[in-house]
T-cell receptor, first 117, second 112 residues
Framework: DTEVTQTPKHLVMGMTNKKSLKCEQHMGHRAMYWYKQKAKKPPELMFVYSYEKLSINESVPSRFSPECPNSSLLNLHLHALQPEDSALYLC????????????????FGPGTRLTVT | SQELEQSPQSLIVQEGKNLTINCTSSKTLYGLYWYKQKYGEGLIFLMMLQKGGEEKSHEKITAKLDEKKQQSSLHITASQPSHAGIYLCGADRSGTASKLTFGTGTRLQVTL
C-alpha cells in the first residue's frame, strides 16, 4: 500500500469556524508533512513531523495547528482562517533513515481543497 | 527571485514528439526530485537524483543532474497524452530531504 489518503476532498468554511483536515498513511513512514498550494503556484512547506514530533514549522500562523496523534495519522486543525488561506492542502509522508535523516522521496496525498468564505 | 527556476513555463507538443524541461537552482543542491501533478491533485513522484552526473530513466522519462551547473533536466521521449500535466522539480535544501523547495512548474499539454 503506497497510498496517502486525505479527508475531506473539499471543505468550505467560514472565518469563525473550526475544522480539521486529516491525513493517513500505512506505509510505516515516520516523517509526515503539510504543504499549502495556491492556484498556479508550487507547493509550500508548512510543517514537518519526524517520529510524531514537530520538527519543522515554516513560520505558519497559529490559526493552523498541526497534530500527529500516531505514526499513521496527521491532522491540521483550522481556526479563524482568512479568505487568503483558501488553497489546496497537501499531505505527504516519507521514510526516515536510521539516523533520523530523510533521504527518500515523499509520497503525496490527493489534497484537500479548502475555501474560506 | 525564485530559488528554483523551471523552463519553459508551459509547453504544447504533438503526440510522439520529444521534449525537455529544465530546472536551475540558485543555491547548492543536495538532491533533486521530479514530480508530476494533474490539476488540483496530489503530486506523483517520478525520480530522485542525488549525485552529480546521475541519470535515471523510467519508461519514457529520463532525468539528469548536473551538480556543477546546479541544473537538472527531464526528457520525455515520444510523448503521449498521458504525459500531460504539471511537472515540478523539488530541491533538497537541508541535506535531509525534509525541506523540499519546489520549482515554478512546467505545464505540459500533448496534442493528438
Amino acid at each position: 500500500d503506497t497510498e496517502v489518503t486525505q479527508t475531506p476532498k473539499h471543505l468550505v468554511m467560514g472565518m469563525t469556524n473550526k475544522k480539521s483536515l486529516k491525513c493517513e498513511q500505512h506505509m510505516g513512514h515516520r516523517a509526515m508533512y503539510w504543504y499549502k498550494q495556491k492556484a498556479k503556484k508550487p507547493p509550500e512547506l508548512m510543517f514537518v513531523y519526524s517520529y510524531e514530533k514537530l520538527s519543522i514549522n515554516e513560520s505558519v500562523p497559529s490559526r493552523f495547528s498541526p497534530e500527529c496523534p500516531n505514526s499513521s495519522l496527521l491532522n491540521l486543525h483550522l481556526h479563524a482562517l482568512q479568505p487568503e488561506d483558501s488553497a489546496l492542502y497537501l499531505c505527504a509522508s516519507s521514510p526516515l533513515s536510521s539516523g533520523g535523516r530523510a533521504v527518500y522521496e515523499q509520497y503525496f496525498g490527493p489534497g484537500t481543497r479548502l475555501t474560506v468564505t | 527571485s525564485q530559488e528554483l527556476e523551471q523552463s519553459p513555463q508551459s509547453l504544447i507538443v504533438q503526440e510522439g514528439k520529444n521534449l525537455t524541461i529544465n530546472c536551475t537552482s540558485s543555491k547548492t543542491l543536495y538532491g533533486l526530485y521530479w514530480y508530476k501533478q494533474k490539476y488540483g491533485e496530489g503530486l506523483i513522484f517520478l525520480m530522485m537524483l542525488q549525485k552529480g552526473g546521475e541519470e535515471k530513466s523510467h519508461e519514457k522519462i529520463t532525468a539528469k543532474l548536473d551538480e556543477k551547473k546546479q541544473q537538472s533536466s527531464l526528457h520525455i521521449t515520444a510523448s503521449q497524452p498521458s504525459h500531460a500535466g504539471i511537472y515540478l522539480c523539488g530541491a533538497d535544501r537541508s541535506g535531509t530531504a525534509s525541506k523540499l523547495t519546489f520549482g515554478t512548474g512546467t505545464r505540459l499539454q500533448v496534442t493528438l
